[in-house]
């Protein structure tokens, strides 16, 4: 046994190293809900439009509005979308989640495309996070056990 740079106990050069453990997908599924929830939030609260007026003597204001102060409240249905796609596979049982997270996946993908140019950008991160949740695991078995224990 030889001391760790941690300050635990490890071994040696010669000595069984443990593989690292996995992230469960549903923590990766987490995480991509709460990515979803700051970019709402920000889109939100966050100055999304700006602009200068010059009045009629020469002065000049900076004007800044968001998101909900220049549009309806129907954007609020639009920042939804994103929040229920990330949200809804973290809800079935984990036999069906995997068809749930791809199906979710595949609508949030399309919806950040179509609005990538306004808010779709501040959804990425959201979006490659929950890639990362559906992308297969190293060393998960991939079908039943075998009976003869090979």
Known sequence: MVDSPAGGV???AGGPERAP??????SWLGVAFALAI???AALLFLPFYGGVSVSSNGGQSTETATL???????????LAVPLLLTLLPLCPPPKSRRIVAVTCLVVLAAFVLVSLLTIGRFY???LVVSLVSVLPRP?????????AGR
């Open 21 to 26: 453990r996995a992230v469960p997908a549903r």
């Open 68 to 78: 909900l102060q220049e549009n309806s409240p129907v954007v609020l249905i639009v």
């Open 139 to 147: 060393g998960r078995p991939k079908g039943p056990p075998d009976p």
């Open 124 to 126: 990425l991160p959201a």
């Open 38 to 40: 700051v970019a709402t």
């Open 10 to 12: 490890g071994h040696g």
